[in-house]
């Protein structure tokens, strides 16, 4: 049974930062890509980033890009997103995911496994 578990999330300000962390569960974590998405309320969840297995790749939703890195330790099973730079419009609830799929991955329906989501609020 995979689990994954965010931490890190919080209030801050517009212009911080926050570091959210993914901790999985299970064995041959190497093998899967790893995502970030995150749900506003009212609204749909939506694909922030996503990092390969072995971390050679990664791709970031356009309104994120050069202020949030998506990274991971295979050691620790960990996939972080270093966020810099928060806008009020990051405000969200956080959710990181197991990629089952090498193909679709900014799609929802390309994961198998989800946290549990984690709050991100950022006041301007």
């Not at 911080?16 to 899967?32: D, E, I, K, N, T």
């Not at 971390?55 to 330790?73: E, H, N, P, Q």
Request: net charge positive.
């Amino acid at each position: 049974q995979v689990q994954l578990v965010e931490f890190g999330g919080g209030l801050v300000q517009a212009g911080g930062s926050l570091r959210l962390s993914c901790v999985a569960s299970g064995r041959v974590f190497s093998s899967y890509g790893m995502g970030w998405f995150r749900q506003a309320p009212g609204k749909e969840r939506d694909f922030v980033a996503v990092i390969s297995g072995n971390g050679g790749m990664t791709l970031y939703v356009d309104s994120v890009k050069g202020r949030f890195t998506i990274a991971r330790d295979n050691a620790v099973n960990t996939v972080t997103l270093q966020m810099n730079n928060l806008r009020p419009e990051d405000t969200a609830v956080y959710y990181c995911a197991r990629a089952s799929t090498f193909q679709a991955l900014t799609n929802m329906s390309a994961y198998d496994h989800w946290g549990q989501g984690i709050q991100v609020t950022v006041s301007s």
